[in-house]
Each structure stands twice: as structure tokens, then as C-alpha cells.
């Protein structure tokens, strides 16, 4: 291991291996490291019995510096795409009902007459948003109906954030809406608008439709990918303990920060000229405490929602439903501990042996964390008396698989804009530290990947200056 590199990335999750990715090809001399065994996070794949099974993201949506990153490592091919009319349900009164999409939203019973009106009243009327922030459910509320929070935007932040609507801000979650409100006081008419202002910010970066997608043999392709380009510039099991700023006084090119890591062969130390924070916030909280404080205290603040991931395999004679679409999800007003279920195999092929299905389910979340102490088998239980009914299963699963990852996913809570910025502030007193995650831009791995090669082109730029 070399004693001095230019740029060290620390955390080999999507966000880390991407950024140490587009920093090599650009020939910026790149060390990346993981403290797990493995690369890749929440992304992982495996084959067994003849069922591919996803242990985090089911999917992806497509994004341009995702599809150009896979092009770039010959994985391309390997893609498969989703029906993009693939129809979405939501459980109601223990039902499954297709969610109305478009002008549709308008004319559907789905809703109720009070929300239509006031879907109506969005698009000629004017309101002004609040400062500094509110959450997603008091902003439906006021704008909407308490019936739209319920069926449609609860079982969304559930499904994208397994977050609690209460606590998720808008302005961090969902900030086009909070933009369309502020620039024409109306959600319908501003979308547009600030989806353009948006583009317009982003001009250089290559649209593209955001359907649904996966590779041939799993999520994990991509992190393969990666981590093969990558060869020995990749070392796991590797715990930075330590680092300390240089002068900062010193050349463009001198090392700016001293790291001391802990390898499974004793302490170490290593020098670097930019530094990439890509693992969790707590974890480079407690890294960065010995520089300034104040990291800890505003990284340590944000929250992860813990999630078990439950796969089931069932014979498909056993499944009364046609399961055509993509699946439910579930309010949290049915009382029911699933929080959603992806009808995989009939998404993507090779998905489940033939004659077999795959339905992949989620638990716990920022609402219910608890279901969590559980056992994997209890937890497959659970699921399975859940599902049963509304997809008219009528009998055991002839296979199961369950994940549980106690930091799934960042919550975007109210205060998480400010958040931001004040550590964006922090960051600013330590030229060539730099952070990359899923607390940052969006936890979707596209978003992730867009965020990470930003990033790899300001280094880039300012080893160029």
C-alpha cells in the first residue's frame, strides 16, 4: 500500500465505488476503502434454488450518468427494462386497487370527490409555501386531503424512503414540489416549470426516461463491474480510525490529510491530497470529529430507517392473482405490517424457476421499527398470513429468503435542508474533503451515481487548476 495517494475514498458502497471509479479513469491516482468484507452496500444479489433474489433495491430507475457509467463498463447489455405500463396497485379496504395516473387523477372514485376538488382547486388557485420547511404530511394535508395522504402519498414515502410522513420533509424529499409551489403557487401548474428550471440548472447532464431496471443477473452486476475496474485499488476490511489536516498552507498538490486505517495486518497510515467521505454520515461523523466537532454533531443527526427484505418464492399454481403490474403498496391505516410487495417475476425474466413466482416484501421502516426483533422465519411468517389473502395464495411458500438491514435508508426529516447546508459550510474550512451518499441528493442509486461523478469532476477540475 502506498504511503501518500492523491485521492482516498472511504466507504465502497454505490456512491464510493462510482466516485473512486470516475476519478481513476480520469487519472487521478485513487485508493478506495471499505471496512465490510464486501463491496456495494445495500446492493446485493443472490442465486439459490433457481431464484434470483435482490437482498436491498429490487430495481433502478434509468438516469443518464447511470446508463453512460454501465456503458462505460460494457454492462449495457446486460439491462433489462421493465414495462413502463406496467400498472401500480394500492391495498384498500383490502383490495387491490390500480393508483390513477396523469388526467386520471382527476376523474378517479379513487380519491373521493373532496380531494378531486381539491386537485382542482390546485390548478387555478394560488398558495404560498411555508418557511422554512414542513413535512410531507402536513403539506398534503394543506393542500390536498388527509384521503390522499393515506392511500397514495403515505404508501409512497413508505415504498421510496420507509419513511414516516410525519417527520419526511418536503422540501429534501420532494423538492420539485416544494419549487412549483414556491415559483407558481400551484403544484400542476409549477411542475413543468420547475422541472425545466431544474434541467436548465443541470444543463450538461443528458436526460433520460426514468423507467425501471435491473441487469440480467442482478443489482450487484453493477457493483461487479466496479469493483473488478477498480482491481487492487479496492481493499475491504480496512477501518480509517484517524485523520488529521495537513497545512493548509501547502501546494495545490500536497497531501492534505493524514489517515491512520486499521487492516487485518496491524495500524497504517496513509497520506491523500482529496478526501471522499462515501460511507455512512455516523461513521464519518466520528471520523471527522477530531478536525471539527460540529461534523459529529450534524452527521450523527441524521436518521436511518431500519427494513427486512422477505422473499418469497411460491409455485404458481398456488397464486390466484395474475399478478400483472408491479406490485402494492400498503397504507399504513390497513393495519397491516407489510409495508409493500414487488411482484418481481413478472417484472424482470429469470427471476424465479419455471412454474415458480418471486414476490419480494418489505418491513419495519421509520413507522414500524419494532416488527424488526422478530426472527427471519417469523418475519417470512408474517408476511406470508399477510399476502395470502390479497393475492389469494393458498398454500406455504416453497421458498424464502430475508435480509435485515438495521441502516436501510436515510430519512430526510424536516430540518435536513438545513442540515446540509450547515455542514456544506463546515466542509468549506477543509479544502479537498469532500462527501458522497444516499443522506445527500436521494438514497436511488442513479441519483447516488450522479451525485458521486459531480463530485469526481470537482476533484477532477481542481487537480486541472
Request: aromatic fraction near 6%.
Amino acid at each position: 500500500m502506498p504511503s501518500q495517494v492523491q485521492a482516498l475514498v472511504v466507504g465502497a458502497g454505490i456512491s464510493g465505488l462510482a466516485t473512486a471509479y470516475a476519478l481513476q479513469k480520469s487519472g487521478v491516482a485513487t485508493l478506495i476503502f471499505e471496512a465490510a468484507p464486501r463491496p456495494g452496500g445495500v446492493i446485493q444479489s443472490i442465486q439459490r434454488d433457481g431464484f434470483l433474489v435482490e437482498c436491498g433495491p429490487q430495481s433502478f430507475s434509468g438516469a443518464a450518468g447511470l446508463t453512460a457509467l454501465c456503458s462505460d463498463l460494457s454492462i449495457l447489455d446486460q439491462r433489462l427494462i421493465a414495462d413502463p405500463k406496467a400498472p401500480r396497485f394500492v391495498l384498500i379496504n383490502r383490495t387491490l386497487q390500480p393508483v390513477p395516473m396523469g388526467p386520471g387523477l382527476l376523474t378517479s372514485s379513487f380519491f373521493g370527490g373532496g380531494t378531486r376538488f381539491a386537485l382542482l382547486r390546485d390548478a387555478i388557485g394560488s398558495s404560498n409555501a411555508p418557511e422554512p420547511d414542513e413535512s410531507v404530511a402536513d403539506f398534503t394535508r394543506r393542500k390536498f386531503s388527509t384521503r390522499l395522504l393515506d392511500r397514495l402519498v403515505g404508501p409512497f414515502v413508505s415504498g421510496v424512503y420507509a419513511g414516516d410522513p410525519e417527520k419526511l420533509s418536503l422540501r429534501a424529499a420532494f423538492p420539485i414540489l416544494y419549487e412549483a409551489e414556491r415559483a407558481k403557487g400551484s403544484i400542476l401548474r409549477g411542475i413543468l416549470p420547475a422541472m425545466k428550471a431544474r434541467r436548465q440548472k443541470n444543463k450538461n447532464t443528458v436526460r433520460e426516461r426514468p423507467t425501471l431496471q435491473t441487469f440480467r443477473d442482478g443489482n450487484e452486476t453493477l457493483i461487479r463491474a466496479l469493483t473488478k475496474s477498480l482491481d487492487d485499488r479496492l481493499t475491504c476490511n480496512v477501518e480509517v480510525t484517524g485523520i488529521s489536516a495537513l497545512d493548509p498552507m501547502l501546494e495545490p498538490k500536497a497531501p492534505r490529510f493524514a489517515i491512520t486505517i486499521r487492516t487485518p495486518r496491524g495500524e497504517d497510515r496513509i497520506e491523500a491530497e482529496r478526501l471522499v467521505l462515501a460511507n455512512s454520515p455516523g461513521a464519518a461523523g466520528q471520523i471527522l470529529a477530531r478536525l471539527d466537532s460540529q461534523f459529529e454533531r450534524e452527521l450523527a443527526a441524521v436518521e436511518y430507517a431500519a427494513v427486512g427484505v422477505v422473499s418469497l418464492g411460491y409455485r404458481r399454481t398456488d397464486v390466484g392473482n395474475d399478478l400483472a403490474g408491479f406490485g402494492f403498496l400498503v397504507p399504513r391505516s390497513s393495519g397491516l405490517n407489510d409495508l409493500g410487495t414487488v411482484w418481481n417475476s413478472s417484472l424482470f425474466p429469470g427471476r424465479a424457476p419455471e412454474g415458480h413466482v418471486l414476490l419480494t416484501s418489505f418491513v419495519g421502516g421509520a413507522t414500524n421499527p419494532a416488527i424488526l426483533q422478530n426472527s427471519p422465519e417469523a418475519l417470512a411468517n408474517i408476511v406470508h398470513q399477510e399476502i395470502s389473502p390479497v393475492l389469494d395464495i393458498r398454500h406455504e411458500p416453497v421458498f424464502s429468503n430475508v435480509t435485515l438491514w438495521p441502516r436501510a435508508l436515510p430519512q430526510y426529516n424536516v430540518g435536513h435542508t438545513v442540515r446540509l447546508a450547515t455542514l456544506e459550510k463546515f466542509r468549506a474550512n477543509y479544502p479537498g474533503l469532500h462527501f458522497a451518499g444516499n443522506y445527500l441528493n436521494g438514497p436511488a442509486i442513479g441519483t447516488c451515481v450522479e451525485q458521486a461523478l459531480k463530485v469526481a469532476n470537482e476533484i477532477r477540475v481542481s487537480f486541472a487548476n
